[in-house]
């Protein structure tokens, strides 16, 4: 089955800086990658998302890189902002909603101001 | 307001003490899906439906139970808790035919003694 790792597990960054999460997978199948941002006492809630006809996606401030040759793929968050602070989850799957989908253990973002 | 709702959101149970955690979304979605997420090992899948009646197996559903008698309602089942199901819970829906969002609700947090 699908295995996602994700790096780091913390990050602390200074406001204004740019943030990268990292995330691999092992099924090359999967061709769906989203990412959720997870606040504090809150459900998980979908940023941005990937699929693998396409190598970048981006929104504002928020961007997602994807290399299918290598099985990994990157959140990128630049000029970030206080309420940037999170967890955020990448995930992988395939075409069949809702199976198959594994999410990764998941980075703490904070942002320092 | 669009939402997914779980109720309790907190629960302090001792073992073997069957409990129902119910979870209803007013999105009309047909996909259905619970989660539990522990620290280090982010969101797992327990079950998730496709649609009214329609079920399957996640990645970790020994010993719950789910149905899905009512498109909005998929409450989670824990015939005979244990200490190593408590758990934070997140019950989540979907519509496949439009994308692969998942919105997830708020949360249970189940603690079995």
């Known amino acids: 089955g699908e295995n996602v790792e994700q790096h780091p597990s913390t990050l602390s960054v200074q406001e204004g800086d740019s943030a990268v999460i990292k995330c691999t997978y092992s099924?090359?199948?999967?061709?769906?990658f989203p990412w959720y941002k997870q606040e504090l006492g809150k459900g998980p809630q979908l940023i941005i998302d990937i699929r693998s006809n396409v190598g970048e996606k981006k929104d504002q401030r928020i961007a997602v890189t994807l290399n299918k040759t290598a099985k990994h793929f990157s959140l990128h968050i630049t000029e970030t902002q206080p309420e940037d602070s999170a967890v955020y989850f990448c995930?992988?799957?395939?075409?069949?909603?809702?199976?198959?989908?594994?999410f990764g253990p998941g980075t703490r973002l904070s942002v320092l101001p | 307001e669009a939402q997914v709702t779980q109720n309790p959101r907190y629960l302090i149970t001792v073992t073997g003490k069957k409990l129902t955690v119910t979870c209803s979304q007013n999105m009309n979605h047909e996909y259905m899906s619970w989660y539990r997420q522990d620290p280090g090992l982010g969101l797992r899948q327990i079950y998730y439906?496709?649609?009214?009646?329609?079920?399957d197996k996640g990645d970790v559903p020994e010993g719950y139970k789910v149905s899905r008698k009512e498109k909005r309602n998929f409450p989670l089942i824990l015939e005979s808790p244990s200490p190593n199901q408590t758990s934070l819970y997140f019950c989540a829906s979907g519509r496949p035919s439009m994308s692969n969002e998942q919105f997830f609700g708020p949360g249970t947090r189940l603690t079995v003694l």
């Open positions: 099924d090359s199948a999967s061709n769906y």
């Open positions: 995930a992988a799957g395939g075409d069949n909603y809702g199976q198959n989908f594994v």
């Open positions: 439906s496709m649609n009214v009646e329609v079920t």
